[in-house]
């Protein structure tokens, strides 16, 4: 192989990288490039990322259970019998008793492709996505804010010019090292704002008078970022003229924030008031309406996975058209996209109530358009289904799925309340999984197709800017292994051959192209010959004459009248809130070193012995009432179930909290505790917050020898 251009496999930052040959069938050292995004830095998951090629345990060929172990077999036996399953049991409980569950980190082509194959092949209804798990309460206030879903609408190197910025439940500085040095200049100016009940490695940028550390109680970035609505519109802050110009109902935010002063907002959130006004006041001044050099907002999972997820960035959004921030050069409102695809990904056609061009599935005029593209009767395409959870929670039911296929996803490590998930993976009939490696889900499969990943596979994926990105082949795939797209090709060759499937990714991205044409998100514009001649290209891009869309909102936003909408929120407690016996909050999330479900990070020898089991973060006041010292075991329960695990003591978590990160599977997965309660806008399961209770445990509750 020669030299290759490429992107890294994690994260939506999408990190530009080169990848070089080194000896070794399969092996490649990575090398990063200049890049807006990353600036020429990669993080340590990037520079490893080439070990996940050559893992010892790589799926090399499929795999079928056979008197209850998985043993290996050829593609056509594999094919043959999931084909056969899927039209038994269709014929027996109908088209929605299969369901098909895919994943942000799949290329566009290949999410095209799942929705495509779910709603013309299998004709079901019940197909979505881990991205559910990730962006949908973000997707869902944007969407009725300001009529359209773009993680950033804007292009991140434009945070580099900001006085201030608002991260609300972002910890990047582990999530996305390279993205911090675009927080260089909010930093110099003191207006680096971070809202989160840790002291992350992000809440820790603001040290030497770089900005403020807001440490509210877990699940109450709501009230907080009503109160500092409240000082921006009471003090006289606010952008008056664009709330009367830009927006449907500037009298309603007035309303919706009076009674959030800012001394009520500490007694909720536990953040002084002092703070709070502080906080206010410094995001107002970066304003452009103030002579500011501009301020930015920006939400992250901390903020977005809570049952009141969407109104908690819709408050954010609120905030940012008080100061005028949206749609105005070098400000605005934007969400942190997590997965390397979470973006591209929701767009074409594997979310519940979406097709291309992010179309509504319910939508007659969207319908007729994309089943023109795809030779198909509109009357034949199923109508919206269930959300993700919706969908576990349906599986092996009566009225539910007899039958799931999960691509790029790792359910028993990244869902919640995960004993009702394994409960009902195990009611199925058939359980296939497609992956690269023997994760959690792929064990407990009755097939199990081994797929391409990053390296291995041409295709686009969308960072979170909407810039679309070109992914390229350095290495041909390891045995028999074969793309996604092969597997939904074999299956409709098989099931309703009248409807073909390609396993060209080049041929997918063009039909991908014209289907997507005339949407929200419209990708006709954007050839494979324009990224690859080097061209930045953002969606929207209707035609090839085109330059894209790096910015939206300058003059309108996506709403039928060009303003936005202020959508009325108030503050409310998370579902599972505390109680006698629960006098803590449960509070996950990531660590530098690993990824996701931790499938990938986890097989990396360097990553690995970093971080190589999991911890709760406990501060030490806590600790000192239970008799725990540090890396000793302790045992946390919830409502859901109960974990051992070491302590890992500190201050920089509130006394009142105890965090966990969710990369560990088996004995070691949080999401064992975590609640299933939905957001009722967003289907947003409320990972981040629950009650706990604390208690020492015995080293043998570890397996270890007392």
């Not at 103030?290 to 109104?311: M, N, P, V, W, Y």
């Not at 082949?473 to 309703?496: N, T, Y």
């Amino acid at each position: 192989m020669t030299a290759v251009d490429t992107h890294c496999p994690y994260c939506a930052l999408q990190c530009a990288t080169t990848l070089h040959p080194v000896e070794g069938p399969g092996a490649v050292a990575v090398q990063p490039r200049d890049f807006p995004t990353n600036k020429g830095g990669l993080c340590r998951k990037g520079w490893t990322a080439p070990e996940v090629l050559t893992v010892p345990d790589r799926l090399t060929k499929p795999l079928i259970r056979r008197n209850g172990e998985l043993v290996e077999t050829s593609w056509d036996e594999a094919l043959d019998f999931v084909a056969d399953r899927i039209r038994s049991l269709q014929a027996a409980y109908g088209d929605d008793s299969v369901a098909v569950f895919g994943g942000g980190g799949l290329t566009n082509e290949k999410a095209y492709a799942l929705g495509k194959f779910a709603r013309v092949t299998l004709r079901t209804s019940n197909v979505d996505y881990n991205g559910r798990f990730c962006m949908s309460s973000a997707a869902a206030a944007t969407n009725r804010s300001f009529g359209i879903d773009r993680g950033l609408p804007f292009p991140l190197a434009d945070l580099a010019g900001a006085q201030a910025i608002l991260l609300v439940g972002s910890n990047i500085a582990e999530t996305m090292p390279p993205a911090v040095a675009h927080l260089e200049n909010a930093r110099a100016a003191g207006g680096l704002l971070v809202v989160d009940p840790r002291r992350t490695a992000t809440a820790g940028l603001v040290d030497d008078q770089a900005g403020i550390h807001l440490q509210p109680t877990p699940g109450t970035d709501l009230a907080l970022v009503l109160s500092l609505t409240h000082v921006v519109l009471q003090e006289g802050l606010a952008d008056t003229a664009y709330l009367q110009g830009r927006t449907d109902d500037p009298d309603g935010l007035f309303r919706s924030t009076a009674a959030w002063w800012p001394e009520r907002a500490e007694r909720v959130t536990g953040v002084p008031a002092v703070t709070i006004r502080q906080a206010a006041r410094v995001l107002a001044a970066a304003a452009p309406t103030h002579g500011g050099a501009g301020a930015f907002i920006l939400t992250g999972r901390g903020a977005e996975q809570h049952s009141k997820g969407t109104d908690t960035v819709t408050a954010c959004i609120n905030l940012a058209l008080a100061l005028g921030l949206p749609g105005r050069l070098g400000s605005g409102y934007g969400c942190i996209t997590g997965q390397g695809n979470g973006q591209g990904g929701r767009e074409h056609g594997q979310k519940a109530d979406q097709l291309p061009g992010y179309r509504s599935i319910a939508d007659p005029a969207a319908r007729a358009y994309v089943a023109g593209v795809w030779g198909v009767d509109p009357a034949d395409l199923p109508g919206p289904g269930r959300s993700a959870v919706e969908l576990i929670n349906a599986l092996g039911t009566p009225d539910g799925p007899r039958a799931l296929l999960v691509h790029g996803s790792n359910l028993l490590v990244s869902a919640p309340r995960l004993q009702s998930v394994r409960e009902h993976l195990a009611a199925l009939d058939l359980l296939v999984v497609a992956d690269v490696v023997p994760s959690e889900t792929a064990l407990i499969a009755d097939v199990v197709f081994p797929v391409t990943q990053w390296a291995e596979e041409d295709g686009t994926m969308t960072s979170l800017e909407g810039r679309v990105l070109r992914r390229r082949a350095a290495v041909p795939p390891p045995g028999e292994v074969r793309s996604d797209l092969a597997v939904f090709a074999g299956l409709a060759e098989r099931l309703r051959p009248s409807v073909p499937f390609s396993t060209d990714p080049a041929e997918i991205y063009e039909e991908l192209r014209v289907a997507s044409a005339g949407g929200i998100a419209d990708y006709a514009g954007i050839s494979w010959e324009r990224l690859d001649a080097g061209e930045a290209l953002f969606w929207p891009c209707p035609d090839e004459a085109h330059a894209g869309t790096p910015r939206l909102f300058a003059d309108r936003f996506g709403t039928p009248d060009g303003r936005a909408r202020v959508v009325a929120v108030d503050h409310r407690p998370v579902a599972d809130d505390l109680r006698g016996e629960a006098p803590l909050y449960l509070v996950t999330g990531r660590l530098l070193q690993h990824y996701q479900s931790g499938a990938q990070t986890r097989r990396v020898a360097e990553l690995a012995e970093a971080e190589p089991e999991v911890f709760a973060e406990i501060h030490p006041r806590v600790a000192a009432q239970l008799g725990v010292s540090d890396g000793r075991p302790v045992r946390l329960t919830t409502a859901r179930g109960s974990m051992v695990l070491a302590a890992r003591l500190t201050t920089d978590v509130r006394p009142d909290t105890v965090f966990v990160p969710f990369h560990f599977g088996g004995e070691g997965s949080v999401n064992e505790l975590t609640n299933d309660a939905l957001d009722p806008v967003s289907k947003m399961p409320e990972f981040k917050a629950c009650a706990v209770e604390l208690s020492a445990a015995s080293l043998s509750a570890r397996g270890i020898p007392a």
